[in-house]
């Protein structure tokens, strides 16, 4: 699988950055600027970039969930524009999931990188931990079914992929 290089940010623009990118392409609504610092800042590894030329093309949130997180997700409490501390774990915390919190793009060729990004999360580092994502969009819906995200019970918007278990269904 092709290697993709995120980048942590490195300092409030390109926090900034994430935010007007995240807005400018899924709209109002999202995480304020301040709840994606402080989300960042509690699990140590939320926001992930890629840049060219320095300026940030897009970028990838993954959540890392607690038990309670992964619950609250599945049971629709789970508020993404607020996150509560219990929900996420930091760096070294065992891990229940993953929510793919948000994940934008300039363009067609960073979009396609983030993708591989998320694929390698999934199939490489994290293979038995379940992936959860939204729907925010068609287009986000047919990259989540690209991935083989598969939808979630009734939980509406809601995708789900582990590798592991789909494995052993395959």
């Given amino acids: 699988m092709a290697s993709v290089k995120l980048l942590r940010p490195e300092g409030e623009q390109d926090f900034a950055d994430v935010h007007a990118l995240a807005t400018a392409e899924l709209g109002p609504g999202l995480a304020s600027l301040e709840e994606i610092m402080r989300v960042d800042s509690l699990t140590g590894a939320a926001i992930w970039t890629m840049k060219r030329s320095g300026a940030v093309t897009g970028f990838l949130a993954p959540l890392a969930l607690t038990l309670e997180?992964?619950?609250?997700?599945?049971?629709?409490?789970?508020?993404?524009?607020?996150?509560?501390?219990?929900?996420?774990?930091?760096?070294?915390?065992?891990?229940?999931?993953?929510?793919?919190?948000?994940?934008?793009?300039?363009?067609?060729?960073?979009?396609?990188?983030?993708?591989?990004?998320?694929?390698?999360?999934?199939?490489?580092?994290?293979?038995?931990?379940?992936?959860?994502?939204?729907?925010?969009?068609?287009?986000?819906?047919?990259?989540?079914?690209?991935?083989?995200?598969?939808?979630?019970?009734a939980t509406p918007h809601l995708f789900w992929r582990c590798c592991s278990v789909t494995e052993q269904t395959a």
């Fill in 69 to 153: 997180g992964r619950d609250a997700l599945v049971a629709g409490t789970f508020d993404a524009a607020n996150i509560e501390r219990r929900w996420v774990a930091a760096m070294g915390q065992p891990l229940a999931g993953f929510y793919c919190w948000c994940s934008a793009a300039r363009d067609q060729a960073t979009r396609g990188a983030l993708s591989l990004a998320l694929r390698a999360l999934i199939d490489v580092h994290f293979p038995d931990l379940p992936f959860f994502a939204r729907a925010s969009s068609e287009a986000g819906g047919r990259i989540m079914r690209h991935l083989g995200f598969l939808p979630f019970d």
